[in-house]
């Protein structure tokens, strides 16, 4: 058993309540790999950012969960060296699916853990729910629901409303459940294909898509009914046009890419949202990156110089986000 606390890492409380007082958002950044997690860091440390650093179930299937814990680890030291005296970092298990998922990410010195339960049935969804949050409260780990489906571009029904999480349920699933934050859902999906074109309109200066709004109705209903309780937000890239240009035009194939654009995520941000997950972005950035290298400089063999290059991309596109869209810049200082 090791406590997550004897790791210099946080859980999720107080990053939350500062954030839904101060009207900004935590950055939830994935990660799989060393350079994205040195991005992170280093991104965070210059901006005095909070951060959650996710590790989904692929992660720690691709990176090993031992590894991918030790980094974390590490990356509270790396961020002291570069300057950040106080890191605020909380390590989270994203979409565990069982309590047995959680429980090892608990034992074994995560902060945070995430029990998605929301593809079951209410009643069984909470069960599961509160069987997590009785085992990481002991340890004081926090624990995220999700109440409500993501649409995805797989789902055959275009009309997704009936996946949004229902306002009236809220209540009583945050009370049995006494969970610490509630993902859920009101029109963000997973990847880089949020919409499918047929959802959006087309600009007609760009001829770009224009994906429809997020169900901020939805949202104030649901801060009406659990004033101050921490919202996530997941499937939060925005799938910049700049990088799906860079990698379609060197010999990607991304068509009709879209994502959820800033505005809409700052307006969430100031709200009862308070983290916002954003995985799909990095990986654009990162192959953009590498992708341009490649095509450059085909005589380069070495990883340092295309990974390198990626690297300093992912710093890039986390400060952006930190500092133009979530709000969380010296936050923690
Ligand atoms: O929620 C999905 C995250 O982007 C993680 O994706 O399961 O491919 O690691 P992954
Ligand atoms: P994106 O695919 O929009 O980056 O969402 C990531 C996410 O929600 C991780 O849980
Ligand atoms: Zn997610």
Known sequence: ???????????????????????????????????????IIKACAETKSPVILQVSSGARKYAN?????????????????????????????????????????????????????????????????????????????????????????????????????????????????GCDSLAISIGTSHGAYKFKPEQCTRDPQTG??????????????????????PIVLHGSSSVPQEYVDIINSHGGNLPDAVGIPEDQLRKAAKSAVCKINIDSDSRLAFTAAVRKVFVEKPGEFDPRKYCGPARDEMVRLYKHKIIEVLGSDGKAE
């Open 65 to 177: 969960q031992t590894l991918l814990r030790y980094m974390a680890e590490g990356a509270v030291e790396y961020a002291k060296e570069l300057g950040w005296e106080h890191p605020q970092i909380c390590l989270h298990l994203d979409h565990g699916d069982t309590f047995e998922l959680c429980k090892s990410c608990v034992d074994f010195g995560f902060s945070s853990v995430m029990i998605d339960g929301s593809s079951l049935p209410y009643e069984e969804n909470i069960a599961l729910t509160r069987k997590v949050v009785e085992y990481a409260h002991q340890f004081d780990v926090t624990v995220e629901a999700e109440l409500g489906v993501l649409a995805g571009v797989e789902d055959d029904v275009v009309a997704e409303e009936s996946h949004y999480t229902k306002p009236e349920e809220v209540i009583d699933f945050a009370t049995r459940t």
């Open 1 to 39: 058993m090791v406590n997550y606390k004897d790791l210099g890492l946080v859980n999720t409380r107080e990053m939350f309540a500062k954030a839904v007082d101060g009207g900004y958002a935590i950055p939830a950044f994935n990660f799989n790999n060393m350079e994205q997690l040195q991005a």
């Open 208 to 229: 770009k898509l224009v994906p429809p709004p997020l169900a901020f109705d939805v949202l104030e209903e649901i801060e009406k009914k659990l004033p101050g309780f």
